[in-house]
C-alpha cells in the first residue's frame, strides 16, 4: 500500500540556520505531496502541495519539490526562526484514495 | 472566515464509558474527515463522508467506533466502551471534495483519555 516516509526526529537547530527535512514516499501512479505542520497546542495546518511531478511549492519561506525520479518531497527553509518550532508531517493523496496517507512526523526545535 | 471546530477540546472519561465527540466543518465543505493521532501509531484515517454517499468506513478500527453526519454538516463520532488504548487526539478535517489535489483543513481536535 501506500507509505511516507519521513526523516526521524527530533531535530534541533539554532537560529537562522538551513533546514531540511527528508519525506520519501512509495505510491503507484501520481499522488499529489503535502507538508503539514503542527505548532504546539494547535491543530494541523496545511503548509504547502505539489500536485504534479517537478512542481514546487512554497509557503512562509518554506519550498518543497515533487521530485518523481527520487520518489521524494524534502522540506527545505534557508533561514529558521524560532516561531518555526513545530512537527512537521509529510502526506500524499492519490486520486483514487480519499484519504491523506501520512508519515510520522518530525518534530523540529529551533534555538535563539 | 470560521475554521473546522472541535468539541470538546479534551475528554477525560473512564474505561468502558461511551464518548461522543463532535466536528463541525467549514461551510460548504461537502467532505468531512475524521483521523486519530496516538504516540504509537502517528496520524490514522479514520472515517470519510462525502455528501449524502455511504460513508467510507474503511479506517475504524473496531465496531466499538461509528460515525454519523447529519444533514451533511455535523459530525459526531461515538466510541462505545472505551479502552485505555482509545486515547488519542482525534481530528476532523474537511473539504471541497476536489478529488487529488482536494486541501483537507484540520479543527484542533479533542484529546481523549481514558483512565
Known amino acids: 500500500g501506500d507509505s511516507v516516509t519521513q526523516m526521524e526526529g527530533p531535530v534541533t537547530l539554532s537560529e537562522e540556520a538551513f533546514l531540511t527535512i527528508n519525506c520519501t514516499y512509495t505510491?503507484?501512479?501520481?499522488?499529489?505531496l503535502f507538508w503539514y505542520v503542527q505548532y504546539p497546542g494547535e491543530g494541523l495546518q496545511l503548509l504547502l502541495k505539489?500536485?504534479?511531478?517537478?512542481d514546487k511549492g512554497s509557503n512562509k519561506g518554506f519550498e518543497a519539490t515533487y521530485r518523481k525520479e527520487t520518489t521524494s518531497f524534502h522540506l527545505e527553509k534557508g533561514s529558521v526562526q524560532v516561531s518555526d518550532s513545530a512537527v512537521y508531517f509529510c502526506?500524499?493523496?492519490?486520486?483514487?484514495?480519499?484519504?491523506?496517507?501520512f508519515g510520522s512526523g518530525t518534530q523540529l526545535t529551533v534555538l535563539p | 472566515g470560521a475554521g473546522v471546530s472541535q468539541s470538546p477540546s479534551n475528554k477525560v472519561t473512564e474505561k468502558g464509558k461511551d464518548v461522543e465527540l463532535r466536528c463541525d466543518p467549514i461551510s460548504g465543505h461537502t467532505a468531512l474527515y475524521w483521523y486519530r493521532q496516538s504516540l504509537g501509531q502517528g496520524l490514522e484515517f479514520l472515517i470519510y463522508?462525502?455528501?449524502?454517499?455511504?460513508?467510507?468506513k474503511s479506517g475504524l478500527p473496531s465496531d466499538r467506533f461509528s460515525a454519523e453526519r447529519t444533514g451533511g454538516s455535523v459530525s459526531t463520532l461515538t466510541i462505545q466502551r472505551t479502552q485505555q488504548e482509545d486515547s488519542a487526539v482525534y481530528l476532523c478535517?474537511?473539504?471541497?471534495?476536489?478529488?487529488?489535489?482536494?486541501?483537507?483543513?484540520f479543527g484542533p481536535g479533542t484529546r481523549l483519555t481514558v483512565l
Open positions: 505539489a500536485t504534479k511531478a517537478d
Open positions: 478535517a474537511s473539504s471541497l471534495a476536489q478529488g487529488q489535489t482536494d486541501t483537507q483543513y
Open positions: 502526506a500524499l493523496k492519490k486520486g483514487s484514495a480519499r484519504q491523506l496517507t
Open positions: 505510491a503507484t501512479g501520481y499522488p499529489s
Open positions: 463522508f462525502q455528501g449524502n454517499s455511504a460513508p467510507d
